[in-house]
């Protein structure tokens, strides 16, 4: 079993940049591919990032490629999601996930076993 716990969100500005960090507890942590997604109020939860247990692929949203890069360090036991040029409608809960599939980009909620608390991310104009 793995606990995730995020964090590094915030309140910023458009145009800035935030990193976020998810800890993840567990021997088995480099097993895991790792991957973020994001809630925005009344919206369904939506992926936005994953990477591959040895780092060696990595895939995003079209909405935010380009400017998140998501990355991890599995002696730490940590994944990062780095954000920059923030814009309003990134404002959501970010939660980072942890799934046992690693043999294509897995984007899709139900294909991840564990789950983080979220962290708020807050974009104003």
């Known amino acids: 079993q793995v606990q995730l716990v995020e964090s590094g969100g915030g309140s910023v500005q458009a145009g800035d940049s935030l990193r976020l960090s998810c800890a993840a507890s567990?021997?088995?942590?480099?097993?895991?591919?790792m991957g973020w997604f994001r809630q925005a109020p009344g919206k369904e939860r939506e992926f936005v990032a994953t990477?591959?247990?040895?780092?060696?692929?990595?895939y995003y949203a079209g909405s935010v490629k380009g400017r998140f890069t998501i990355s991890r360090d599995n002696a730490k036991n940590t994944v990062y999601l780095q954000m920059n040029s923030l814009k309003p409608e990134a404002t959501a809960v970010y939660y980072c996930?942890?799934?046992?599939?690693?043999?294509?980009?897995?984007?899709?909620?139900?294909?991840?076993?564990?789950w983080g608390q979220g962290t708020q991310v807050t974009v104003s104009s």
């Open positions: 567990g021997r088995t942590f480099n097993s895991y591919t």
């Open positions: 996930a942890a799934s046992w599939y690693s043999s294509v980009p897995v984007t899709s909620t139900s294909s991840y076993d564990y």
């Open positions: 990477i591959r247990w040895n780092s060696d692929t990595t």
